[in-house]
């Protein structure tokens, strides 16, 4: 009579139920994730080329320089469409705004501000009271303080938003205006600057 078998037995594969089962968790934990980001940064993608730069030919009494504004031109920052700048002057030149605007689809606004002041920086400004101010109904980020560079000090706004970053910067007689004032005129041009991109 042989000898009896005594290996163990093999286990059985895993049911397939049981794959499927785990399957299902992790696709169902995927959707639920996708909606919570989408929810949480619903805005975000709404914003996304929202408006275009179209600066006024005047702003607050002060008409568009052509001579030194200048339409889209090659700048240094990931997916942008070119820089534009656009300068205001008063007839007796005492007074002179100048705009600088970067038309881009921005997903994290604050991130791309951080970055576009990092390349100012690198390019030899010194900010100095740069602060957090609130954007207006354009939405994105603000911070105004001032700037200063190898001719002088300027006040200075700049912001981000799912379009565009710009820089708003103005002198009367030479002196630099208080930043704060600063954002309001900011935020009267964005309203006016910022068009609806449809």
């Known amino acids: 009579m042989p000898p009896a078998d005594v290996t ?10 049981s794959r499927r089962r785990l ?7 995927a959707v639920v ?4 980001f989408g929810v949480a940064f619903a805005d975000n993608f ?13 702003f607050q009494g002060l008409s568009l320089d052509p001579d030194a504004s200048r339409g889209k031109q090659p700048f240094r920052l990931r997916g942008d469409s070119g820089v534009s700048a656009t300068t205001y002057r008063s007839t007796d030149g005492r007074r002179l705004i100048s705009v600088t605007a970067t ?4 997903f994290l606004p604050a991130s791309q501000l951080d970055e576009a002041i990092a390349v100012q920086q690198r390019n030899g400004f ?3 009271g740069l602060h957090d101010v609130d954007p207006g109904e354009r939405g994105g980020v603000m911070k105004c303080g001032r700037a200063a560079f190898e001719d002088g000090e300027l006040a200075l706004c ?3 938003d799912g379009s565009m970053w710009s820089s708003f910067a103005e002198l009367l007689d030479g002196a630099t205006v208080d930043p704060d004032t600063l954002a309001d005129r900011a935020r009267d041009f ?3 600057a910022e068009v609806p991109a449809g």
Do not use: D, V
């Open 46 to 58: 709404a914003a996304l080329g929202a408006y275009r730069y179209s600066p006024p030919k005047e």
């Open 158 to 160: 700049t912001w981000a």
């Open 190 to 192: 964005r309203r006016l």
């Open 8 to 17: 163990p037995a093999a286990e059985a594969p895993a049911a397939p139920r």
């Open 126 to 128: 010194t900010f100095a």
């Open 103 to 106: 038309e881009m689809h921005i």
């Open 33 to 36: 994730g996708a909606t919570a």
């Open 23 to 29: 399957w299902l968790g992790l696709a169902a934990a």
